[in-house]
């Protein structure tokens, strides 16, 4: 099943890092601005739908 990985821009390098250790060195994933717990729902609705081009864009053709 296809899938795509979301990461805010703090926890990159981790993403990173995991993806060498997990043997995938070039995992692609999108990153978006730190952080997201404390946003308001209008907020988090918001960028939701600034992420979804490039979810699809990372799901049909592998890159952000």
Known sequence: MPSASIVTDLFEVTGRAMA???GVPLYKFVV???PIANLAEPEL???ARELVPKVVKLLLHGQE
């Open 45 to 47: 609705d918001r960028r």
């Open 20 to 22: 060498e250790q997990w």
């Open 32 to 34: 978006t601005p730190h």
